[in-house]
C-alpha cells in the first residue's frame, strides 16, 4: 500500500503561484510513478501532470502547460506541482496519485492506471 499526503493548497487571487507538495509513504518512492490530477466542482477528474520515476520526463495537459512545473525528491519521498499565473479556472481541488512502476520513463495520464490517491487539496484562485 502507497499513503500519499498532499499539502500547499489554498485560497490566492489571480496571477499568485502555489507550490503543491505530496509526501508518500509505504513503498520504495523511486519506484512510484506520479501524477497530479484536479477536479472542480462539477466537472470530472482531469489529468494536469505526470512525472516518471526519476523525474527526468514530465508530460503536462496542455491547458497547464508552461504555467504548471513537476518535480520530485526521491530522497524526500515528495512529489511537488508548482502552479504559477493561476486563474480562476484553476480552482479545484487537486490530487497526487501513484503507481508502482516497471519501466523507468512511464508518464501515466489516465486516472484508471493509478491505484493510489491523496485525499486532495483544495486551491481556490479569486479573480
Known amino acids: 500500500q502507497v499513503q500519499l499526503v498532499e499539502s500547499g493548497g489554498g485560497l490566492v487571487q489571480a496571477g499568485d503561484s502555489l507550490r503543491l507538495s505530496c509526501a508518500a509513504s509505504g513503498r520504495t518512492f523511486s519506484s512510484l510513478a506520479m501524477g497530479w490530477f484536479r477536479q472542480a466542482p462539477g466537472k470530472e477528474r482531469e489529468f494536469v501532470g505526470a512525472?516518471?520515476?526519476?523525474?527526468?520526463?514530465?508530460r503536462y495537459a496542455d491547458s497547464v502547460k508552461g504555467r504548471f512545473t513537476i518535480s520530485r525528491d526521491n530522497a524526500k519521498n515528495t512529489v511537488y506541482l508548482q502552479v504559477n499565473s493561476l486563474t480562476p479556472e484553476d480552482t479545484a481541488v487537486y490530487y497526487c496519485?501513484?503507481?508502482?512502476?516497471?519501466?523507468?520513463?512511464?508518464?501515466?495520464?489516465?486516472?484508471?492506471?493509478?491505484?493510489?490517491w491523496g485525499q486532495g487539496t483544495q486551491v481556490t484562485v479569486s479573480s
Open positions: 512525472s516518471s520515476r526519476s523525474g527526468s520526463i514530465t
Open positions: 496519485a501513484a503507481a508502482v512502476s516497471i519501466t523507468y520513463s512511464n508518464t501515466l495520464t489516465r486516472a484508471g492506471d493509478y491505484p493510489y
